[in-house]
């Protein structure tokens, strides 16, 4: 399987998914988002993500059961795979490698 | 988390969300939309919440999902063994569904399919196209800003009979802007041919240009809108010798160079300097010069115009009149122009009158190209064309909708509404009907350049004129609900128990009397056509196969540009002196011809008046006689000369002097146009024209310069090289003017140009006639042959012989077919009578002409009846019968 790269924004769903470990799903992780990233976040992008996201591999996703909340419809709970935490490592250590050459953060 | 029964999100946001989302996804998307809407609400408000759900639901009409929900239109049979997938209820989805079963259909009937695509795409092309070549006649100088008060001056030349001219005497234009206060603009149009020479060009480039040059004054361009490229008009034209040519003629005269100040010669006498540039002609116009030469270099070259008592064939008029002018009383005041420059005697004669620019192109008596009424014509036979499609269309589905009426059943009781079922037959119709349309771009495409060429129009499709578009997108909706709506409404109409028991017969799908009309008046048309086509070529081979009552064959005419005695005699010279040339005459025109025809007064013997009648003139040498075969009844030939000295008459011009022996004419001087000369014999009558006109009054004399084609008799054996040495001679002798060469029997032809274009376009109407009768018998036979399936079963167990059954057929067809010939026979005589009426010498109409029209139509009726008969007699009777 050839290597797939991830955008900004679908790292940022996978590390939400990563993070929220257990019953993440579309509303959860956008609310995860807009805490933490403090920007608006649309439940299509979040969705559109997550589908790219499994089609590549770095997530899977079953339906939960269902809840008297939200009209009795079902959730589809994401799970992050073992691929998808290693390009999150992967990440995480090019980034390091270049923030260790930065010794001084440069100013604007 | 706390529910809110009442407090939903829009529900016509909700809506929106069902049709944007895919429905695979539906379940949990929606969800998470109630689940971030409850939670929204809590937060900001009931309001805030629904505005923000509504703008979440837009934010799905992204592409990802959009691509998705139109997967899953054609995906959702797949999808409907996994659990949680939504069924769509959609309207496309039922529309795919219709495209299958139109598409099995076509598929299973290709024979059917074929034939109605064929005739659909014969109907539409000629729909098409006839709808171009009509929008393009009306088209006609509409492009002018001022064309509504724009209008040429006519002349009514009253003699014995009135003849109308479209050409004015010269001196008209500026007679109409001084005398009338009505005429704010006026300008002269004078035409003529000629070589254009470029004296500046290393290789001495000659052009010919089809449409000639045309002196104007400057006035013309400010009535008219032919733009220039730039500069002020005015300036452009009006000192002498200066020319206005068009950015194509810039081109191709002076290529890569700017044209202004650039010269060429014209007719190798008159230099011309190009002083501006106009912009290329369009399409729609009838002038089709592309060099407009300053008018006031008329009176050095053509000095003979300057006069009222002569119209020349090139010589128009153009006013523009004043704002609010009453066209009535401005004719009326015209009057004026011939009492105040003609003696009472020519003011008698000469009337002129005022033509609307807008009405040039269609005014035949103005020597106009088409008539109104030929434009009618040709719509209604488009009209009828396309009807007769659709009608074929329909007879052919009805009949196989008896085969389907199973289909309509089960979808009757299965809940088909009506309808849907209407539905799905009008989208059957469409795909048969955009299938032939693709063929008909395809074909409307291929065929344009020759109907171009045939009518000598220059149609073109113009997208950027959204007429055509427009027609051809109506014309198609036309057909797909004309041809799909009546089988449609029959179809859907059945009654689903008789349908599915296979009770449905003939009265269920009715008409079958308008099919039976229908295809006589096919039928009736098509062998009109037949005898028409049948006679004029008849008629067109007398034309070229009967004696004229001079030679034609082997002669080969070349042009003479300048009419000298030194230019003759050294053409002469070489001429002679060639291998393979066995005679050589130097003359006007040969003894029949289109152009070089003139007519004037005779004076003869002592008589003091001149002969009412007027008499034609040939100039020709010495040679004239033998070249063509003429033959001297009294008398001598001409002596050489090269002035008028001596007449020949013809036996007709003697008659008409009112001389009762031939003889006695001889000897006896003539005037003629003027020119005093001895009578020294008398020839027999020859066809001076076409078989239209009857034979005239005729005379033929010597007089060098109007010797303006040299005839040749050349012997049989090798043609090509004695042409090819032609032209090398000729080139040196003119080596300023551009050679041609024609035989004698193709410039015969010239005479028979239109009865050509008549027979050719009969040629095409009558094979699209019966083509569209053929798929109408086709559509009927197939009708009753599935009408008739018991019927024949029946009959077959009962005895009846194969014979007897086609029979069954044939005698219904046959009726149809002599119905047809009936009405045909009686139109086709009164209408070849007028024809061949207008000829006076013509062939005979005699009874083989119809006997061959109607053998013809029935063959091909037969070999269109045979095949689906003889497969409906052969059937096996235990087939038709079993499912009783």
């Known amino acids: 399987m050839g290597r797939s790269y991830l955008g900004e924004f679908e790292e940022l769903v996978l590390l939400a998914v990563t993070v929220i470990a257990t019953g993440a799903y579309g509303v959860a992780i956008a609310e995860e988002l807009r805490q933490r990233a403090n920007r608006t976040i649309s439940l299509s992008a979040v969705h559109i993500a997550l589908y790219r996201l499994e089609e590549k591999g770095y997530v899977t996703s079953e339906m939960g059961g269902a809840t008297l909340s939200r009209g009795g419809r079902r959730k589809r709970l994401f799970t992050v795979t073992a691929a998808g935490r290693q390009i999150l490592a992967e990440i995480q250590q090019v980034r390091s490698q270049f923030w260790n050459e930065i010794i001084v953060i440069p100013q604007p | ?3 809110h029964r009442h407090n939903e999100p829009p529900l016509w946001a909700d809506k929106l969300f069902r049709a944007l989302c895919p429905p695979e996804l539906f379940e949990e998307l929606q969800g998470d939309l109630q689940e971030q809407f409850e939670m929204d609400a809590d937060r900001f408000g009931l309001a805030a919440a629904r505005q923000m759900y509504l703008s979440e639901v837009l934010k799905f009409a992204k592409p990802y999902f959009l ?58 092309t000629c729909a098409i196209l006839i709808f171009s070549l009509v929008h393009y006649h009306l088209s006609f100088e509409k492009f002018h800003s001022k064309a509504d008060r724009i209008y040429r001056v006519t002349t009514d030349l009253h003699n014995e009979t009135v003849s109308k001219y479209g050409t004015v005497p010269q001196p008209t234009g500026a007679a109409m802007r001084d005398d009338y206060s ?94 501006g540039i106009m912009q290329n002609l369009p399409e729609n116009t009838d002038f089709r010069h592309e060099i407009f030469l300053s008018y006031s270099t008329i009176s050095q070259t053509q000095p003979w115009l300057n006069t009222w008592g002569g119209i020349y064939s090139g ?26 420059y003609y003696n009472a005697k020519d003011a008698k004669v000469f009337r002129f009158g005022l033509q609307p620019l807008l009405q040039m192109h269609m005014d035949q008596e103005y020597g106009g190209s088409v008539a109104k009424s030929q434009l009618l014509a040709l719509s209604f036979i488009a009209a009828f064309i396309i009807i007769t499609a659709c009608v074929n269309f329909i007879n052919l589905a009805t009949a196989q909708a008896l085969g389907r009426s199973k289909e309509i059943g089960v979808r009757k009781v299965m809940g088909s509404m009506r309808g849907q079922l209407f539905w799905q037959f009008i989208t059957e119709t469409a795909l048969i009907t955009v299938v032939a349309f693709v063929l008909v771009i395809g074909l409307a495409y291929v065929a344009l350049p020759f109907m171009n060429q045939m009518l000598s129009t220059r149609v073109t499709f113009d997208l950027k004129d959204a007429s055509q578009p427009l027609f051809i997108v109506g014309l198609l909706l036309v057909v797909i609900f004309v041809s799909g709506s009546y089988p449609g409404l029959i179809l859907a109409g059945f009654q689903p128990i008789r349908a599915l028991k296979g009770k449905l017969s003939q009265r269920d799908v009715g008409g079958f009397s308008v099919r039976k009309g229908l295809v006589v008046t096919q039928f009736a048309i098509s062998q009109t056509l037949l005898i028409g086509t049948i006679v004029v070529t008849s008629q067109m081979r007398f034309n070229s196969e009967a004696d004229m009552g001079f030679k034609r064959d082997a002669i080969v005419m070349l042009p003479v540009p300048e009419t000298s005695a030194t230019k003759i005699s050294a053409l002469r010279a070489r001429i002679t002196g060639l291998p393979g040339v066995e005679q050589v005459a130097f003359c006007q ?103 239209r006109q009857k034979i005239e009054p005729l005379c033929i004399t010597t007089r060098v310069d109007q010797y303006e084609t040299c005839a040749i008799k050349i012997s049989a054996r090798n043609v090509p090289a004695t042409l090819a040495a032609f032209e090398k001679n000729w080139n040196e002798v003119n080596p300023e003017y551009i050679y041609s060469y024609q035989f004698l029997d193709e410039h015969l032809k010239a005479f028979y140009e239109n009865d050509r274009l008549i027979l050719q376009l009969m040629w095409l109407f009558a094979a699209i006639a019966i083509f569209i009768g053929c798929l109408g018998l086709y559509g009927l036979i197939s009708f009753m042959a599935a009408q008739k399936t018991k019927e024949i079963g029946v009959r077959k167990t009962l005895g009846a012989g194969v014979g007897s059954i086609i029979w069954l057929f044939g005698r219904q067809f046959a009726q149809l077919l002599v119905v047809a010939f009936l009405i045909a026979a009686p139109v086709g005589w009164w209408l070849m009578d007028k024809y061949l009426a207008d000829f006076k010498y013509h062939i005979d109409l005699n009874a083989a002409v119809f006997v061959a029209a109607a053998g013809i139509s029935f063959m091909i009726a037969i070999l269109t009846v045979g095949y689906r008969s003889i497969r409906a007699a052969l059937m096996n009777p235990v087939k038709a019968l079993r499912s009783e």
């Open chain 2, 1 to 3: 988390m706390k529910t």
């Open chain 2, 67 to 124: 691509k998705k929900r139109i997967l899953s239109l054609y995906a959702f049979k797949r999808s409907k063994s996994n659990a949680y997938h939504i069924k769509p209820t959609s309207p496309l989805a039922m529309l795919q569904n219709y495209f299958t079963v139109a598409r099995r259909n076509l598929t299973r009937h290709p024979s059917y399919s074929v034939i109605n695509i064929l005739g659909l795409v014969l109907g539409m």
């Open chain 2, 182 to 275: 009505f005429v704010e603009k006026s300008s002269m149009l004078i035409s003529f041919g000629g070589t254009i020479s470029i004296p500046s060009s290393s290789s001495h480039a000659k052009f010919k240009e089809p449409g000639g040059v045309a002196y104007v004054e400057p006035a013309f361009f400010e009535i008219m809108d032919f733009p220039m490229v730039g500069g002020e008009v005015r300036a452009m034209l009006s000192g002498p010798n200066a020319a206005v040519i068009t950015e194509k003629l810039a081109e191709k005269f002076f290529p890569g160079q700017n044209a202004v100040g650039k010269r060429f010669r014209l007719d190798n006498k008159t230099d011309f300097t190009v002083t």
């Open chain 2, 315 to 340: 010589t128009q008029a153009f006013v523009l009149l004043k704002q609010g002018t009453d066209v009535a009383k401005a004719r009326q005041a015209m009057a004026g122009v011939s009492t105040k």
């Open chain 2, 589 to 691: 025109a040969p003894p029949a011809s289109t152009n070089g025809n003139f007519d004037t007064g005779i004076r003869y013997a002592a008589r003091a008046e001149g002969e009412k009648w007027p008499i034609f003139v040939k100039h020709g040498d010495p040679g004239y006689l033998p070249m063509f075969g003429l033959q001297l009844v009294a008398g001598r030939n001409l002596a050489e000369s090269d002035t008028v000295r001596e007449y020949l008459l013809n036996e007709m011009a003697v008659k008409k002097l009112g001389v009762r022996h031939v003889e006695e004419v001889l000897g006896k001087n003539a005037n003629i146009n003027g020119k005093e000369g001895i009578i020294v014999g008398v020839i027999k009558d020859f066809h001076s024209a076409s078989f």
